[in-house]
Each structure stands twice: as C-alpha cells, then as structure tokens.
C-alpha cells in the first residue's frame, strides 16, 4: 500500500470513501425502509435513498473514482442496523433504533463531506459546490431523523 503524500491525493481518497459510502447506502437502505413502520421513517430512509444516488452521481461527476476501497464505516453502520431489524420488535422501538442507526450514518457522512470540502478549496475549488448541495441535504436528513427521534422515540431529555 502506496502512502497519500498531497493534499489532492487525500482529497481523491476522500471522495473515493464517500462515493463507496453513498453506493451502500443506495444497496441497503431499502430493506431498513421496509422495517421501519413510521411513514415519516420511511418517507426519510426513501428521500435519503434517492439522495445517495444522486449524491454518487455528483461524485461521478467530479473524479475518477473507481477501484475504492470498501467504506468500513458505513458498512458497519448498516450492519448494525440490519441486526436492529432483526432483533427488535416492529414499531417505535425498532424504529427509534433505526433512527440511532441512520443518524450516525448521517453524522459519518457529514464529517467525511467536511474534510472533503477543506481539501477541494485548496486543490479543487469547481467541486465546491456539488459537494456543499450534497452537504446541505446531508445535514438536512439528518435534521428530518432528529425530528423523527423526538415524535417516536420521546423527548430527549437535556442534561
């Protein structure tokens, strides 16, 4: 294994992680729609769905991205929600475990997009703005599931 010695290598690497993030996601998040039983739940897990596709794209649309690495943390993410699904019984409270899971989805996503955007405006200012659109509905899915969070699985109570 080669060593990231550039800015912009690391800014390929970035978006490589992100692009393979967003392609789980477009595999695996329709049978989390189907085990959630809130239609506001699922309307999400569907609209976020669509996004990552369109996300991908837009990644696409930017670099050469092939021959990435599996993105460990998503996958561990969804197979963690996968295992909720499983183990947990239909209604809110599978529900309020799928909304956990999908937020630190959306948390490792918007963390990740950040530190592409730092790099890109150095090494790639035309990327920018795809990845402030992808950012922006990033954040605000994960805004939607915190609301979510809120009407299932009860107020959350601040310390």
Not at 8 to 29: F, I, M, S, T, Y
Not at 74 to 86: F, K, T
Not at 100 to 118: D, F, H, Q, W, Y
Not at 140 to 152: D, K, S, V, Y
Request: net charge negative; aromatic share 2%.
């Amino acid at each position: 294994m080669s060593l990231t010695a550039s800015r912009a290598a690391l800014l390929h690497v970035a978006l490589q992680d992100l692009r393979a993030g967003k392609q789980l996601l477009v595999k695996r998040l329709e049978p989390l729609a189907d085990a959630a039983s809130d239609p506001g739940l699922q309307e999400v897990i569907e609209r976020d769905r669509f996004n990552a596709k369109r996300h991908a794209a837009r990644l696409d649309e930017m670099a050469t991205l092939d021959g990435a690495p599996e993105n460990l943390w998503m996958s561990g993410i969804l197979n963690d929600a996968y295992r909720d699904a499983q183990s947990h019984q239909r209604g809110p409270l599978l529900d309020t475990a799928l909304i956990g899971a999908l937020r630190k989805a959306k948390a490792a996503e918007i963390v990740s997009i950040e530190t592409a955007m730092v790099l890109a405006g150095s090494e790639a200012p035309a990327m920018l703005p795809a990845l402030a659109a992808n950012h922006a509905e990033d954040r605000a899915a994960e805004a939607r599931l915190a609301r979510l969070l809120g009407t299932i699985g009860g107020h959350i109570p601040v310390v």
